[in-house]
């Protein structure tokens, strides 16, 4: 089996690209800005005065933490999570973008939508748990939904997730409706309706909001 780089990773999602642009693979108009931005952004790095730079490695690196999760569920179960062509386009987008002057990430905020049955939760769930343990530092993911069912869709995930990688086994506890990494503290947690209604802050390192209605 050919070891995966992140220079094929890479080529991986600029191929994906190409694809969506020459009509190959069929993709709503706003996904096509949405390619035509990352070409441009991408473009845009070999100034010198580009505020950004670029680390393929850093999405390898997602990668590589996707892998270690397996499907819990249909034909795939029990084998280890491959990231999509578009799943990998969404992780080159976030997590390879980053600001020159403090080595942040370039993007804060990110809308995905996607149709039903296409590992949006799973997707979700990768990233929740990116952001806690792959990490010395303490961080606190919350999960928002119109409802408290809407939010736990993406927990689950998470915990289906964590209970099937031998990785974590005896590095986290879930108790009391979250999640806590024991090194760290840090913590994922679905928020309930009341959570929203007494307004407390919660200052996230990661907050996602699963089925969003814009009225």
Known sequence: MQ???AEILIERVWAYCEKILSGEIK???KHRW??????KDVEALADPDCPFYYDAEAVL????????????????????IELTD?????????????KKENGA???RKV???LARKNAKSQFLALMASYEVFPTTEKHRVFIAGWSREQSDEVYQAILEQLQHAPILEGKYTSANGRVKKYKTNSIIQPLSREARKLGDGKNPSLGIVDKLFVA
């Open 61 to 80: 690196d997602f990668y590589e933490w996707a892998r270690q999760f397996r499907h819990v569920e249909g034909i795939l179960a029990g084998e280890p």
């Open 27 to 29: 993709a709503c108009q």
């Open 111 to 113: 809308y995905i939508q």
């Open 86 to 98: 578009f799943q990998l386009f969404i992780a080159a987008n976030v997590y390879g973008f980053f």
């Open 105 to 107: 990430r370039r993007f």
């Open 3 to 5: 070891e995966v780089t």
């Open 34 to 39: 949405a390619v035509q931005r990352f070409f």
